[in-house]
């Protein structure tokens, strides 16, 4: 039905644009609340990583429609390129800052716009290095553990078998 709104005029574009933002960040809270019961109940699994994953992308769109909201409120141009920046070319410029690929084909003009990067940067590697870092850590050392550890014991490969009496 909000389809069939936005097509036939009933709603304006801000309101089309507000509900996919509020959809956009809905989407990576949803997958958190999944991911965290997830993880307490069976530990880390490709499904944990995969979803894990699946919210950098959501938050390069998040920025891409802060820079698209913070570009139409300010005065000049978001880009020091110019004004005629289409939709795409905001969200190219959203996932090289996340991904501090930083081609410069595209750069802030203004101190919002550079605080805007700077906190798109250290969002996009933290993510990976922490939250990404940490799944795959835990899955890898799930996955070495042998499945019938019974503890420290002979034979177990534990400091307990090197100590002699």
Known sequence: ??????????????????????????????????LLRLTAEQG??????????????????????????????QSGPYFVQGASVSSGDRFYYSFTVLTTTGFGDYTAAKPVGHALAVVEMLTGQLYLVTVIGVLIGHYAGRRSKPVNDTGPGPGSGTVDDTIGP
């Open 44 to 73: 880390v699994t490709p499904q944990a990583v995969a979803g894990a994953l699946a919210i950098y992308p959501l938050v390069g769109l998040l920025f891409a429609y802060i820079v698209a909201f913070v570009a139409r409120v």
């Open 1 to 34: 039905m909000f389809v069939i709104g936005i097509g036939t005029g009933l709603f304006s574009q801000g309101v089309a644009w507000v509900v996919l933002v509020l959809l956009t960040a809905a989407i990576p809270v949803a997958l958190v609340g999944g």
